[in-house]
């Protein structure tokens, strides 16, 4: 069951569970809810049967495997999903650019020499590295061999194979405001060549 309710968020496109505790109390509040009773039971059924898959798409082949629950904040160069702009030119200093993103609406990235932030209403929604000059908050660099990747996060998250020979490992995690977010290592030749965090579907 707790596979079930840790991926709730993945498969529900409405965003209608926002949060794990979301689906648990519409699956404990049937009387007073039944539309969202009912839906939570479908989404239950779907995950359970949804569990591990693969699937397909032009460029990937995308292999889900249960989300893995991180046991502390995931940071890069010291930056977390939902620090303030504030925060981050503390620890980068001023940006070398920021770009208006052409995907998300009212999101900026602010480029560095060594990171790239997506801030969106002034709160950071994503991190990717450029040089192995940063590491996250567990001691991982562009750089670090996949097996170190393993040896700290294991292999039990999303694996996605490009087609450009670059093999994604994700980790879903619940981010501090209870949203799905994701730790990314891009791994080619067994080694690091970036790693990101994001929020999913927030940047």
Known sequence: MKKILDKCTEFDPNNRFQSVDELKAALTDSPRRPIKFFAAIFFAVFIFMTINFTATTDNATYTKNPPVVMNLP????????????????K?????????????????????????????KDNFVTAVATYTDAVKDNRGIRQGDSAQ??????G???????????????????????GTLAVMRFAIKNNLVE??????????
């Open 155 to 177: 292999e039990e998250g999303w694996k996605i194979d490009s087609e450009d020979g670059e093999t994604f490992y994700e980790y879903p995690f619940e981010a501090a405001d």
């Open 148 to 153: 170190k990747v393993f040896d700290v996060y």
């Open 91 to 119: 620890i980068f200093g001023a940006e070398n650019e920021i770009r208006a993103s052409e995907d998300f609406p009212n999101a900026f990235y602010h480029e560095y020499k060594d990171v790239v932030v997506t801030v």
């Open 74 to 89: 995931l940071s890069i160069g010291e930056v977390k999903l939902g620090d303030s702009l504030d925060n981050v030119r």
């Open 194 to 203: 970036y790693m990101s965090l994001r929020v999913e579907n927030k940047n």
